[in-house]
């Protein structure tokens, strides 16, 4: 889709107040917390996982963020009642936001599974919200399987009522927009859709999507893709040399080339013991025994125990592979502690992803603390829109809002 420039404003007058927004299906925060950063005021959140709603009110409303919380099946809200109680007339809310629940429009629902998913549903049920609140613009998060043929009903149907109320969808459908290209150490392709009311004048100073900030290293740009390495420490010299043997097999580099290369590798900060969401799933005997086997950056592929099911089956190569550490990770999903379900083996450790690790690819703050079991957090991290990705484009929503004084109105 090309890119649009687009400025929204409202006829006749410049907006200087700080900006509102409502977050629906905000989970853990990770929508919320970007929005915050971005300077918005997030005057309510609807969520309906309990743990996910313990985590929002531990992060967000306890740190000083006056925010409403709902806990509750968004179905059963009174938004009228919620409107009278945040005193929030219609055309008042600045910024809609929320990701309806995804799984039903997920890439692993093959053939028709997923196209009566009743999850599907919440997307058009997002429109409620829209039709009372009239706010001036409104930004889904989905998956791209919500762009597949099978899903076109869902799709059709939100993009018809949108017309109907008055929006105006930006390029007219949702855009597939990619993590890693705005600082978000991940390969997480997502679709978005944003909206704005028609009685919004448009300017010319502002794009949609915006800008990436981060680009492939072959572009040779000022700042490429985040690592996956990143968010990991620095590993013992051992560990080193042998990164450096394993680029020199796999790329048929001398040793010099390969040492030159993992110089330039970047690691972050170690995780604290003290920290609660530094815990890994413990492994079989034989669980980590393989894992001692795979070779750095390396896949099943590398190794010649198979499971019994993977033995004829040549998909999902990614089950039980490290993590890659010159690249951005794979996609942080609801089993990111879980190595039978993704490339989420510890880069040199014989285990899987720390949640911490995992909170870090989706670019939450160390201070951000997770609560419930490991799969209830696993899920809450999974299920988050990547902090650093959500603050990008709600700071280019936002700007779409803000006029400078001298600026004419269309």
Not at 147 to 172: D, I, P, Q, S, T
Not at 240 to 246: D, F, G, P
């Amino acid at each position: 889709m090309a890119k649009q420039r687009i400025t929204i404003y409202e006829k006749h007058r410049v907006l200087n107040k700080q900006l509102t927004a409502i977050d629906l299906f905000s989970g853990a925060g990770g929508f919320s917390l970007a929005a915050i950063k971005s300077d918005l005021k997030v005057l309510a959140a609807i969520e309906l996982d309990e743990c996910a709603s313990k985590t929002y009110r531990k992060n967000i409303i306890k740190r000083n963020m006056p925010v409403k919380l709902i806990n509750k099946d968004i179905n059963e809200v009174d938004i009228p009642k919620l409107m009278k109680e945040l005193k929030l007339k219609s055309k008042e809310l600045d910024i809609l936001i929320g990701g309806p629940p995804c799984q039903g429009f997920s890439s692993h629902r093959i053939l028709n599974r997923g196209v009566n998913d009743p999850r599907n549903q919440l997307l058009i049920k997002y429109f409620d919200f829209v039709k009372e609140l009239k706010p001036k613009a409104f930004l889904v998060e989905n998956v791209p399987g919500l762009l597949w043929k099978k899903h076109e009903e869902y799709l059709a149907r939100f993009l018809k009522l949108a017309k109907k109320n008055g929006y105006k969808v930006v390029g007219g459908k949702p855009v597939v927009i990619n993590a890693r290209d705005y600082g978000v150490p991940q390969n997480r392709r997502r679709a978005f859709i944003l909206a704005y009311r028609e009685d919004i004048c448009v300017a010319h100073d502002a794009e949609w999507p915006p800008k990436p900030t981060h680009f492939s290293p072959s572009e040779q740009k000022a700042r490429s893709w985040r690592s996956a390495s990143e968010v990991f420490e620095e590993p013992p010299k051992s560990v080193i040399n042998k990164l450096i043997k394993r680029y020199m097999s796999v790329n048929g580099w001398s040793r010099s080339e390969a040492a030159q290369f993992v110089s330039k590798i970047k690691f972050g900060s170690p995780v604290k013991n003290s920290d609660p969401c530094n815990i890994h799933m413990v492994h079989t005997d034989s669980v980590a025994k393989r894992f001692s086997e795979t070779p750095l950056n390396g896949s099943r592929e590398d190794i010649a125990f198979k499971l019994k099911c993977h033995e004829d089956y040549k998909g999902h190569k990614d089950v039980y592979g490290r993590v890659i550490f010159h690249l951005p990770s794979n996609t942080i999903t609801t089993g990111c502690n879980n190595p039978s379900k993704g490339r989420f083996v510890h880069p040199w450790l014989n285990h899987g992803f720390t949640l911490r690790h995992a909170a870090r690819l989706q670019t939450f703050p160390d201070k951000f603390v997770f609560l419930g079991n490991t799969t209830e957090q696993a899920r809450q991290i999974g299920n988050a829109v990547p902090v650093a990705l959500g603050t990008e484009l709600i700071k280019a929503v936002s700007k779409m809002f803000v006029v400078k004084k001298k600026a004419k109105a269309a």
